[in-house]
């Protein structure tokens, strides 16, 4: 008798604890108010000035658009920078938009410029845009077909000219 209860004064306890933690925990894991933009839902419309004009995702709808969130000094993003520029020249019709989180300007445009980046490139300090994206990692990527909706995303740095990601753009533009 006296392990029978030992056992029961252990186990009960124990089945508590974890009747109580278990809530607690699938509760902790799940965002029910914010939600990302997830692949078949249109993507959130926002305006930028690309220097000189100020233009809305929008716009280009009847476009293939690519939404890359990134930063001149997060290693990721520098690195997948050459593929981009090589993605460019492979798929010049493909729009992409660069929003960098860069605070300075200057370094940003220094940059730009240096790498080559001759697709649309907008500075974001504020980073409002990848707030609308429910990012704020970078780098980040959205993959967006003619009628504005997220048909992909990409998480982290990519290589941009595997056959498989050009496959897929190219696809959407024959779609």
Request: glycine residues 2%.
């Amino acid at each position: 008798m006296p392990f029978r209860s030992y056992y029961k004064n252990v186990r009960v306890p124990r089945f508590f604890i974890l009747f109580l933690l278990a809530p607690l925990a699938l509760l902790s894991a799940c965002n029910r108010d914010v939600r990302p933009p997830q692949p078949g839902k249109v993507a959130p419309n926002f305006s930028f000035t690309d220097g000189s004009t100020t233009r809305t995702l929008a716009s280009f709808r009847g476009h293939v658009v690519l939404v890359n969130f990134w930063a001149t000094w997060c290693p990721p993003c520098v690195a997948e920078v050459p593929s981009l520029v090589q993605l460019h020249q492979k798929v010049p019709k493909l729009v992409i938009i660069a929003v960098s989180v860069d605070q300075n300007g200057a370094d940003f445009k220094k940059f730009v410029a240096s790498h080559h980046m001759t697709f649309i490139t907008t500075r974001n300090p504020s980073e409002s845009i990848p707030t609308l994206f429910h990012t704020d990692m970078w780098p980040e990527s959205y993959l967006i077909d003619r009628n504005g909706v997220i048909r992909y995303k990409f998480v982290s740095n990519q290589n941009w000219t595997d056959p498989e990601i050009i496959s897929m753009i190219r696809d959407l533009m024959q779609s």
